[in-house]
């Protein structure tokens, strides 16, 4: 699994973590998953952190982006921030955000770090550094 969240409600946030190369299908089970927990609210605010994932070609295409893109996890007035390394990953990312912002959702923003991310959508700092340093352990002990 290259992708795993954590949810901590006591700070409304949803922190996911990728690693590796990721596909299409991984997205969607993870977005199914997220959909699928009975702790999640949309309202939850979400930090993404995508700095250690390939998601170059073939794996994801801009198509690809845009059809998540048209899929309701998150609520509109959800803050969301995808840290996002210097790769085509930066690319994706946005064009995820260009189009969710087409449909009314202008909360998401493409940051290079964590405490961007953190300001952004006005998540806990330390919480945000414990939740990706738990998913980094999960998923690298799954790996």
Known sequence: MPTDYVIDAE????F????GTLSMLDLL???ARLLADPRFS???HHIADFRRVDIGSPQLS???IRSLAARTVFGASSRRAFIIGPSAAFDLARIYAT??????????RTVA??????RW????????????????KRLESSG
Not at 16 to 19: E, F, M, Y
């Open 113 to 118: 770090d964590l405490e961007a991310a953190a």
């Open 29 to 31: 089970n993870s977005m």
């Open 42 to 44: 949309p309202s939850f």
């Open 11 to 14: 700070h409304r946030a949803v």
């Open 99 to 108: 189009q969710r912002d087409a449909g009314g959702e202008t909360n998401i």
């Open 121 to 136: 959508t006005g998540i806990d700092l330390d919480a945000a550094k414990q939740a990706l340093a738990e998913l980094t």
């Open 62 to 64: 801009s198509a690809d």
């Open 16 to 19: 996911t973590l990728g690693l």
